[in-house]
């Protein structure tokens, strides 16, 4: 494979409908997308990105050409979903690398570029293939992701995104308990967050044209699922509406979010509610579902979203779980496979079965530990009858 180197006006409610969705996802559409990108990178392109600031999005400055090999291996391997390499990147992370606001937004936006290009070089050498065969999905992590040490799979913020910092030596929550000022405190910063970080897409039409969905992957608090509606919410004044999907992260099958320090978990029930709840005429996401979670725990969860789902699945299904061996929270590590994984053929089951649930749209790929090779795997998998 060879690799070269304004002003909107507003838009009503349908920039959130599902008449939406039918322009980038047809009706009764199953989508392979690509797995781990960070991962994938360190992995198979021996790049050191983990433990810094900016992790994966590093390569967007860095080593360009590389991003965009590792976007075509995983198209040669038969994604047709590519997602960015703006899951760190914000103002945040570029400012805690030494990097201007200047720079991160040209950054930011050459993200998408790169994924673009990596879309037109494939479709060239492939003729067969179409470019709006292929889709792009702007990744967007959660307010975690961009910090130090990350807390995607955590959801342990400072103020006034959360209740404190992170700490070694004291025992930490994710939970403001009876602080309602404090919640709500941490919802308007939240939503300030994703919404600056959104409008470096859409206030650029080039860019933004190139992005056929929108990501919000590892959402460990439902506070934070309510505030990326929000901020979508504001986002009204789009030129041209993108369907967009809200995925939730369960560490050890749990999700990170207690409702009192110290207390009970959230339940996948509680997040999927989050994100699809009729809420002051808040946005409902085009999709939902779970990412960077162990495989092992998906079908339990996918059956508590699907409790609250009470048999409307108009909204498209997105599963991206864990390779290999899963993400061990203490060892801050990911655990090496089992000799008898059967990463691809299991995830092939579980969407099959999902459909036969009534899932008629299904974005399913990898995500941690998952590279070319695993994806190749798995539409192999679910292609076999």
Request: charged share 25%; with cysteine.
């Amino acid at each position: 494979m060879s690799v070269s180197d304004s002003e909107y006006p507003n838009c009503n409610s349908s920039f959130l409908s599902y008449r939406v969705l039918a322009k980038t996802m047809p009706k009764d559409s199953i989508l392979l997308s690509d797995g781990g990108l960070g991962t994938t990178l360190e992995d198979h392109f021996h790049l050191p990105i983990s433990h810094t600031p900016l992790w994966s999005a590093r390569i967007i400055l860095d080593a360009p050409n590389t991003l965009q090999q590792a976007h075509l291996a995983f198209l040669e391997a038969g994604s047709r979903v590519l997602l960015t390499a703006t899951y760190q990147a914000a103002f945040e992370s570029f400012d805690r690398a030494g990097y201007t606001r200047e720079i991160a937004t040209e950054a930011m936006r050459n993200a998408v570029d790169i994924a673009d290009k990596a879309r037109h070089q494939f479709c060239k050498e492939h003729l067969d293939v179409s470019p709006k065969d292929i889709r792009i999905a702007l990744s967007l992590g959660p307010f975690g992701a961009v910090l130090a040490p990350m807390q995607d799979f955590g959801g342990i913020y400072p103020l006034p995104y959360g209740p404190r910092a992170h700490s070694d030596t004291e025992e930490n929550t994710t939970s403001f308990g009876d602080d309602i000022e404090g919640k709500n405190n941490s919802i308007k910063a939240l939503t300030r967050f994703h919404e600056d970080r959104l409008r470096v897409f859409t206030s650029d039409k080039e860019t933004w044209d190139k992005v056929d969905f929108v990501a919000f992957e590892t959402v460990p608090l439902v506070r934070e699922v309510e505030a990326i509606r929000r901020a979508m919410d504001n986002m009204k004044e789009i030129i041209s509406p993108k369907p967009w999907w809200i995925t939730a992260t369960f560490p050890n099958g749990k999700y990170p979010e207690t409702r009192q320090p110290g207390g009970d978990h959230y339940t996948a029930s509680d997040a999927a509610t989050a994100m699809i709840r009729s809420d002051n005429n808040m946005p409902v996401p085009n999709g939902i579902g779970i990412n960077c979670t162990a495989l092992k725990y998906i079908p339990g969860l996918l059956q508590d979203f699907e409790r609250v789902m009470d048999g409307n699945k108009k909204l498209f299904l997105v599963l991206h779980p864990n390779g290999g061996g899963g993400f061990d929270l203490s060892a801050q590590a990911f655990r090496e496979p089992e000799e008898s994984d059967l990463w691809a053929e299991d995830l092939a089951s579980l969407v099959k079965e999902a459909k036969g649930r009534g899932w008629n749209e299904i974005i399913f790929g990898g995500c941690c530990k998952t590279g070319p090779g695993d994806i190749k795997a798995l539409g192999e998998a679910f292609s076999e009858e």
